[in-house]
Each structure stands twice: as C-alpha cells, then as structure tokens.
C-alpha cells in the first residue's frame, strides 16, 4: 500500500496553505468576535471553487477527489473552523443531492451551489432532537399546493445566510428529507447568538408556519430521508469535519512551535524545556495519525468501498478528541496568555469542542464504532 | 443461491456472525439494519457489481431479502431496451 500524495494533490495543498495565510488567518481573530465571517472571504471561496467542489462536471462542478477536499478542509480550518463550516454544511447538502436528489434536483440545484452562487445549510437539529435525529418533530402534510411544513429546527449553521436548506420533517410518522428555498412562504429564519464554539458560524433557528413547497422538492422516498438522504450529508459531513479537526491539530502545533520558541522562562526558551517538549510530541505524534486516518477514509471514499462509513467515522472520532486535546495543551503551553484573545489557541479550544459534537457525537461514535466488524488491510 | 447472491450473503454476514442467513429471510425483521448498514449495503451493491442505486429505487422490498437484493442487481444490470 502506497499512501501519499501526488504531485496534483500537493500543488492544490501548497494553493489552499497560501489562500488560508492570506485570506483568513489574518481575519480569523475578528470573525470570531463579530460572530460573522466576511462576504469577501465567501466571495473568495467562491472565486476559487472552494464551494461545492464535489459537485461532478456534469452539474457544473471541479469535481474534486476526496483527498484533495480533505486537504482543502484542513487547511480552510488551520485558519478558521467557522470558514470551515460553511464548507462542510454547504457541501453536506450538495453530496446529498448529488447523491440522492432527481435528475430535476440535480439539475436545478446543483449548478447554483457548485458555483457557490447559493449557499446551503443542513436543516436537522431541533430543540428536542439533537443526536437521536429520528424524533424530530417537524412535520410535513400532503396537500394540492405542495407539501406543509410546521415545525422549528435549531443550530443550523450559516442558516443566517443560506438560500437552501436540507430539511428532515416527519410524513405520518416517517423520517422524510425536503428541499426548502429560503423564500418559501411560512419559512422565518432568526439568527441565533451567544454560541462561544466556531462563533462566526452564523448559527439560525428557523421556524416552519405552514411553509409550502412545491411536490418536487421531496429529496429521495417518504421514509427514507434519515436512513439515506440525511444520512449521505452526514457521512460526508464527518468526513469534513474530522479533516476540520486535524486543521485546528495542526494550527495548536503551528502556535505552539512558535511560542516555545520565542517565549524565555528560567533563562530559555519554552522549547528547552522536557516538559513542554512532551506535550509537543505528543500533538505532532497525533495530528499526523489523525491525518493518516482521514487519509485512508478518503482514499475509501473515493473508490466507493463500503468500509468507508465506519473509516470515516473512525477519522472523526479520533481527529475530534485528539484536537480538543491538542488545543487543550496549547493553552496550557500559552500560560496565562493562552486565555487571552491576543493568542488564538483559546479559539482553537472552543473550535475543537464544536467538532466533538456535531455530526455525531463522540459518544455516537463510541456506541457506533464497536457494531462494524474492521478488517485488517 | 447464484454468484450475486453468495456475494450479497457474504456481505451481509458480516453483520450477522452467528446467523446463518437464508435466501429469502427478511434482514429488516432479524432487526440489525441500522442506517449505516442501510447507506454500506447501497454502496456494497453499487460497488460490487457496477450500478447505480437511485433514488426511485429506494423502496425497503428492493432490499429485504437476499433475493430481493439480487433481484434489483439483474434489474439495474440489464440492458436498457428500446
């Protein structure tokens, strides 16, 4: 087995690190305080087919292959995990099209968010479903308009900005997907504030009165929305996320190689020191086995292998823990300074929580994990 | 059963150690098809023997059963007449 990048996926690795040097690592700081990210920032990834980039040329999209996405997600997150959000839901929704959606679907949608001229956003969470996905309590109605949608949905990231969301309601008891443009009649979206993890994720709550949409917008069959349509954006979604969750690894070792070395107690610097130097070891040692892992999720995920589901969730959970703990220590290595706003690893800590709660918990994982049956390779 | 079908067995075994599942048993009624096994057995099948599962194929009796199963291969794996 030969598992390295090739030439093609390093120069697009060397393009992403400099965007994200330019772009939004000098910015990130200040998103975070104003709880927003930029237009120009979302008109730069557009410029730069940043979004939708899993969209296939038939629907207007680059295509990218699962491990030049995964470098993409990383270094969009070594700068920012809310930019990194965006990615993530705005493209959850278009792998769930693209994988689920009509013909009709894919070709009314489709080419709007490869192009990032719409922007999408997963609609699940509610204020009584979080992980247990299938109680959600929105309901859908058939009726000679369209379908009829009642309910409300929380923490729905960049809902504030989004022109398309993936929602799952309940059809007479069964867990059904829609598509609902912002627009839609019935459909009222809030901004949801006083998050202090990825701040800048311009977080909704959007509540559904009545909202009519058309009958094409069903996405997949009644009763298969959770089990499949959902599920695809989820999948995916994890995958995003656990290259998020190495991003924020590499961006606490990045910190903290330039801390220790400038930063003089006892008469050196902090680098000299064993004690910090364990802690280095130990972040090198595991963003670089996250990313390994990720790595092989995505080289499974781009030959279609079923052993890519429980790979992929296996990237996730050991990239998210290993990143909360990685900024955990950077702090520590910070001192006092690493409270402070003036040092960005407080940011990375409060980030890193993000990636161990959504799209499947830690503890989701830890109960999933054991039922796959993992081969040797 | 047929090559497709030892293969879908073989798949689906690995989810079902002790059981020793037969041609037509029903896999939602055994109770261990979670929603992963159900997006793993899309892309098994798809992966396995070169199709394509759409969206108007998302019917829980195209998937009940190891004949059920192989019976939606032949399907997708025929030839499109005119």
């Keep these: ?377 | 059963m047929d090559e497709t079908q030892v293969k879908i067995k073989e798949f689906l075994s690995r989810f079902l150690k002790s059981h020793d599942l037969q041609l037509d048993e029903d896999i939602f009624a055994l109770g261990f098809v979670s929603s992963l096994l159900a997006m793993q057995l899309v892309a098994f099948v798809e992966k396995e023997f070169g199709i394509q599962v759409e969206d108007a194929d998302l019917d829980l009796d195209n998937f009940r059963s190891i004949r059920a199963i192989s019976d939606l291969v032949a399907r997708k794996s025929a030839p499109a007449t005119a």
């Design chain 1, 1 to 377: 087995m030969k598992l390295e990048l090739t030439v093609v996926q390093r120069a697009a690795r060397d393009e992403f690190r400099d965007f994200v040097s330019a772009e939004i690592l000098p910015h990130a700081d200040r998103w975070d305080r104003e709880a927003a990210i930029s237009r120009k920032v979302i008109d730069a990834l557009r410029a730069r087919d940043y979004l939708g980039s899993n969209v296939v040329g038939k629907y207007g999209g680059v295509g990218r292959d699962m491990i030049t996405y995964g470098l993409l997600t990383e270094e969009i997150a070594r700068g920012c995990s809310s930019v990194r959000s965006l990615l993530t839901v705005h493209d959850m929704v278009a792998h769930a099209i693209q994988r689920w959606g009509s013909p009709e679907q894919r070709q009314n949608y489709l080419p709007a968010l490869a192009r990032g001229k719409v922007l999408a956003a997963l609609a699940l969470s509610e204020p009584n479903a979080g992980s247990d996905a299938a109680g959600v309590e929105t309901t859908a109605a058939d009726s000679n308009e369209g379908w009829v949608l009642n309910g409300h949905k929380k923490w729905t990231t960049f809902g504030q900005i989004a022109g398309l969301f993936l929602v799952l309601a309940q059809f007479e008891g069964q867990p059904t997907a829609f598509l609902v443009e912002r627009e839609s009649p019935g459909l009222t979206v809030r901004p949801l504030t006083g998050v202090w993890g990825t701040r800048a994720s311009q977080l909704a709550e959007l509540t559904f009165e009545g909202c009519c949409i058309p009958h094409g917008n069903l996405i997949g069959r009644i009763g298969f929305g959770l089990s499949h349509v959902i599920a695809a954006a989820l999948e995916h979604g994890r995958y995003s996320v656990a290259w998020g969750a190495v991003g924020i690894g590499q961006a606490c070792l990045d910190a903290c190689r330039r801390y220790t070395a400038e930063r003089r107690q006892f008469g050196v610097p902090l680098s000299d020191h064993q004690l910090i130097r364990r802690l280095l070891a130990d972040m090198i040692v595991n963003v670089r086995a996250a990313r390994l892992l990720c790595l092989r999720a995505g080289w499974l995920r781009d030959q279609r292998d079923p052993v890519a589901f429980m790979e992929t969730m296996a990237a996730k959970y050991f990239a998210s823990t290993m990143a909360v703990r990685a900024a955990n220590d950077a702090v520590q290595i910070h001192g006092a300074n690493g409270m402070s706003d003036e040092y960005p690893v407080g940011r990375y800590l409060r980030d890193a929580k993000v990636t161990e709660i959504i799209e499947g918990s830690t503890q989701i994982q830890q109960i999933a994990l054991p039922m796959f049956d993992f081969e040797e390779f």
